[in-house]
């Protein structure tokens, strides 16, 4: 059964700061990974989508890595601000079926003091 | 604007009373998901629809129903059946297809039930 563990729970930093937010998975057996950030009371708003067969993926300051074989992904942010201060939720796409079946870590609470 | 919307944002119910949470989507998405979030848990996967007129369980469907009558509409039932109600559920979108695509996801709804 594939289980998702992001490390740590919460963070908090100085602004400016780079930091690296970890995801694990335990079956390598997947589609892709998505990262996502959500704010206090909102949705999920999806940040960036690595597919199996990639290494990385880059969006502005994000930087987000996939590592199948270990079962790591990684995800970096450059030059933190006080409004990169939200949950970010790793999922990995389970392989099997018809389905496009997303499970989910419990997610890093990051605080950027100003 | 494309997007998913939910609603209503927060929803207050007695307990042993049914209530259907709304989702919409015109991204013109065939799959769309169902998901409940507790505090200090990921995201668990209730429901979810690959075409109109069909849909399938996911981990936690008891006390749930769902419908799928129309492509852009997936509303969701919460019955009397499910024991701790008390959640926050969002509704996601993707194209169709397993594995390569991102989901999209709504602003959720906070379900109260005392």
């Known amino acids: 059964k594939q289980e998702v563990t992001q490390i740590p729970a919460a963070l908090s930093v100085p602004e400016g700061e780079n930091l690296v937010l970890n995801c694990s998975f335990t079956?390598?057996?997947?589609?892709?990974l998505q990262w996502f950030r959500q704010d206090p009371g909102k949705g999920l708003t999806s940040l960036l989508l690595?597919?199996?067969?990639?290494r990385e993926q880059t969006s502005g300051r994000l930087n987000a890595s996939l590592d199948k074989s270990s079962g790591r992904s990684t995800l970096y942010i450059a030059a933190s601000q006080p409004g990169d201060s939200a949950t970010y939720l790793c999922?990995?796409?389970?392989?099997?079926?018809?389905?496009?079946?997303?499970?989910f870590g419990t997610g890093t609470l990051l605080a950027v003091q100003p | 604007d494309g997007g998913i919307t939910q609603s209503p944002k927060y929803l207050f119910r007695k307990e042993g009373q049914n209530v259907t949470l709304s989702c919409e989507q015109n991204?013109?998405?065939?799959?769309m998901y169902w998901y409940r979030q507790d505090p200090g848990q990921g995201l668990r996967l209730i429901y979810y629809?690959?075409?109109?007129?069909?849909?399938q369980k996911g981990d936690i469907a008891e006390g749930y129903s769902v419908s799928r009558e129309k492509k852009e509409s997936f509303p969701l039932t919460v019955t009397s059946a499910q024991k701790n109600p008390t959640a926050f559920y969002l509704c996601?979108?993707?194209?169709?297809?397993?594995?390569?695509?991102?989901?999209?996801f709504g602003p959720g709804t906070r379900l109260t039930v005392t």
């Open positions: 996601a979108s993707s194209p169709p297809g397993a594995g390569a695509y991102e989901q999209y």
């Open positions: 999922a990995v796409n389970v392989l099997g079926g018809a389905t496009n079946k997303l499970i």
């Open positions: 991204l013109n998405h065939d799959a």
């Open positions: 629809s690959q075409i109109v007129n069909d849909f």
């Open positions: 079956d390598s057996a997947i589609y892709n």
């Open positions: 690595i597919q199996s067969s990639q």
